[in-house]
């Protein structure tokens, strides 16, 4: 009986083994599988900057990725999962570029002009190279569709964060009680994108400064109390 026991145990051996093994091969073709997807969309992303979303294809990608087109396929079943996986890895970039950092600082205007510096970081980096956001609205304005919707929720999520942001600098005393947070919005939205086409497409000089001090003056005005210089 012993022995019969031991040769049981001899058997069960190999099978867990195999079946750990198995495990630990589909974990690395899976982590794999994810780094190929990540290097895909970081050379999406590049390329969308500089020519925008309609200018992504598989071919494109796979030459940049000097992966063949059905291996980047493989991973992305169209050009439109392609585009919208920019687009949501270009919110994520957003996001921890621009809010994340701002919450750190008090609410009020302190927080309300953390997140305008985010941002007007960001906008002169991409002067030099694009804006998803505004490109995409270029192209896709009037295009209903997937992408449209992708680009549209990601925007309407910003907005969102600063509409709350405005709106928590009027409920602590910071502005006006009379403050209209979606006018507020519109008004800072509307000096980055005057930005954008001064400085990206007339280049402008000064276009930073001038912004800037556009956002000095819109807080200047809604402020309750004056502010320092």
Request: glycine letters at 8%; a negative charge; aromatic letters at 6%.
């Amino acid at each position: 009986m012993a022995s019969s026991s031991a040769t049981r145990s001899t058997h069960a051996a190999p099978a867990h083994t195999a079946g750990s093994a198995g495990r630990k091969t589909a974990g690395r073709a899976l982590q794999k599988g994810q780094q190929t997807k990540a290097t895909i969309v970081e050379a999406a992303l590049n390329l969308a900057t500089h020519i925008g979303l309609e200018g992504l294809s598989i071919g494109a990608i796979a030459e940049l990725t000097g992966m063949s087109k059905s291996g980047v396929f493989a991973h992305f079943g169209s050009r439109e999962e392609l585009q919208i996986s920019v687009v949501h890895e270009y919110h994520d970039r957003f996001e921890q570029e621009v809010f994340y950092p701002a919450i750190e600082a008090p609410r009020g205007i302190p927080r309300l002009r953390a997140l305008f510096d985010n941002w007007m970081k960001r906008t002169s980096i991409e002067i030099d190279s694009g804006c998803i956001y505004i490109s995409g609205a270029v192209e896709f304005d009037d295009r209903p569709g997937p992408v449209r919707d992708a680009l549209a929720e990601s925007v309407g999520t910003w907005h969102a964060a600063m509409r709350r942001t405005i709106a928590q600098s009027r409920e602590c005393g910071d502005l006006r009680a009379d403050v209209d947070e979606s006018q507020l919005l519109f008004e800072i939205h509307g000096l980055i994108l005057a930005l954008h086409y001064e400085a990206r497409f007339l280049r402008s000089e000064g276009s930073l400064e001038r912004a800037q001090a556009g956002f000095n003056n819109i807080l200047a005005r809604y402020a309750r109390e004056p502010l320092s210089a």
